[in-house]
């Protein structure tokens, strides 16, 4: 339904116009009236009406010069003109103000339902127009998906000419075609298996993940290798920012997502993509000789000593509570795993105090970044009484320091959640991550990702999954829509994974299910 605004400086006109018009036949709920254009421009910027009707010659403000001034306000205003004088110069001005409509005076109340029909099916054919650009958008965006995956297939595994597969990349993508990259490989790999339709699903739930927090942040390119091995390709990042930390938060919100840690294998750096296949046929290699490596991210690191030794392990422990700083009992219970290791290694004071140290200002710091919160005065306060502490003192100290810093936070949580939940109901039908959810919420997906599933019990993309599930059997009970717009619908570009995700939630096919619910079984 819209809004129309009658402008006359004729009381009589402006009224009867209001009056004999069938306005709700033709989709009109409201319908304003002014007397002269100042006060037209106010009904304009208060009630937003989508069309206007308006004379020409009136006092104070003529209607060209009110035209001239609500396009500036309202663009898309559809605007129909009526005038009592038949003048050429008027029927020009009103060209170039792009008016819908032009009529004179005394116009047939049929002629002008008819005028107003006209813009009401345009305003309508606008709206279907909106609704169908995204979907038009994802199907596009799936084509060239797979397109690039499959040149990224080929670059790797060496199948057509290199020239050829890189003029083709430049010819269709942008990219930095001599930037630093780096091939991650994501194991144990959930393969493609025909029998087994619930681990494909959860294959691709793991790659919509990635391109997610990857891809759609423009930091690398998912694709699965001929094996149906989830592959990264991860660009050089800015200066100061690490490879490894990024694969750290993906590697820490998959393992929140389906209750297992994943192993990321990462291949050496190599200069552009004509070197990507060096890259993954390093990390190959760590793959098939490194599988039962105890690291979570398989890399070399060649610590020999026992000092290089322990700063390995603190290395880790600082961006394990780093990358769970939503959860306060985990963090907590890294750090006594810190305390105990500064006496196993049997730490000097010195270290142990700069080590905790770094370890509350990194908290703090993250802490700050993901919640938006300003803590001031607590690390001079931790710093000074750090500087004559023992080492077990030392500990003590920085584990009463994030104590108070993390539990401040749980007031916050529920909020934070329930905001995420009426977003993801909001916009189900759009491509929704982790990422893209905790961007709106202006928290880093970390720290989302953890707060959700510790306090819903699920993964944000098990939600989000169950929610379009929801939402679909809804639509395939009460409607004759087929499959394919349902998939879209829900927020599904591809129907076959679509269908994977429906199978696995209900036992059934769409169809199968309509079918069932249409036969009463």
């Not at 490989?185 to 990857?214: D, Q, W």
């Not at 592959?231 to 490894?244: D, P, R």
């Not at 009463?400 to 039908?429: C, P, Q, W």
Request: proline fraction near 2%.
């Amino acid at each position: 339904m819209y809004k129309v605004l009658i402008v006359d400086d004729e009381k009589m006109i402006r009224m009867g116009m209001k009056k004999v018009l069938p306005w709700q036949e033709l989709k009109i709920e409201e319908v304003y009236t002014a007397a002269s254009g100042k006060e037209a421009l106010g009904i304009l910027e208060e009630y937003h009406p989508q069309i206007m009707i308006s004379d020409i010659q009136m006092t104070g403000m003529t209607g060209l010069e009110l035209i001239e001034k609500a396009k500036e306000k309202v663009p898309d205003l559809r605007v129909i003109v009526l005038t009592g004088y038949d003048n050429f110069e008027y029927a020009r001005q009103s060209i170039r103000l792009e008016v819908q409509d032009f009529f004179l005076k005394p116009i047939d109340e049929e002629d002008l339902a008819e005028a107003v029909k006209k813009q009401v099916d345009y305003l309508d054919e606008q709206k279907q127009a909106e609704k169908t650009q995204p979907e038009q958008v994802r199907t596009q965006g799936f084509e060239q998906q797979n397109r690039l995956e499959h040149y990224l297939r080929s670059l790797v595994h060496q199948r057509e000419e290199k020239e050829t597969i890189l003029n083709d990349l430049k010819e269709h993508y942008h990219f930095d075609f001599n930037q630093s990259m780096k091939m991650i490989l994501i194991v144990p790999t959930l393969y493609m298996n025909r029998e087994r339709p619930e681990e494909n699903f959860r294959a691709m739930s793991v790659k919509h993940i990635c391109m997610g927090m990857v891809d759609s942040q423009g930091k690398g390119i998912t694709f699965t290798d001929d094996e149906g091995v989830i592959a990264i390709v991860y660009f050089e990042i800015e200066e100061g920012e690490s490879i490894i930390e990024e694969v750290q938060q993906l590697s820490n919100v998959l393992s929140d997502e389906f209750d297992v840690k994943p192993k990321m294998v990462m291949g050496s750096t190599v200069q552009g993509f004509s070197n990507l296949m060096v890259s993954y046929n390093d990390a190959r290699y760590l793959l098939e000789n490194e599988k039962e490596n105890i690291c979570d991210i398989i890399q070399n690191f060649g610590a020999e000593s026992k000092s290089e030794l322990f700063l390995d392990v603190y290395a880790e422990l600082k961006g394990i509570m780093c990358n769970n700083i939503g959860n306060s009992e985990y963090v907590l219970k890294v750090f006594r795993t810190f305390s105990k290791a500064v006496e196993s290694y049997n730490l000097s004071k010195t270290l142990a105090r700069r080590c905790c140290f770094e370890i509350a200002s990194t908290l703090l710091l993250t802490y700050m970044g993901d919640s938006g919160e300003v803590e001031d005065g607590k690390l001079d306060a931790l710093s000074k009484n750090l500087v004559s502490a023992g080492r077990e003192e030392a500990c003590e100290l920085t584990e009463m320091f994030i104590t108070n810093l993390l539990g401040k936070g749980e007031e916050n949580v529920h909020d934070i959640v329930s905001s995420a939940k009426r977003y993801i109901d909001e916009h189900l039908a759009e491509d929704l991550s982790v990422s893209s959810i905790a961007n709106n919420l202006y928290i880093t997906p970390n720290y989302f990702s953890r707060l959700f599933k510790r306090v819903t019990k699920e993964g944000c993309n098990e939600y989000i999954v169950r929610k379009r599930i929801e939402k679909a059997k809804s639509l395939l009970e009460t409607t004759s829509i087929k499959t394919g717009k349902i998939a879209m619908m829900v927020g599904y570009r591809d129907t076959n994974y679509f269908s994977l995700a429906f199978k696995k939630h209900t036992g059934k096919s769409p169809t199968k299910y309509r079918e069932e619910i249409r036969g009463g079984v």
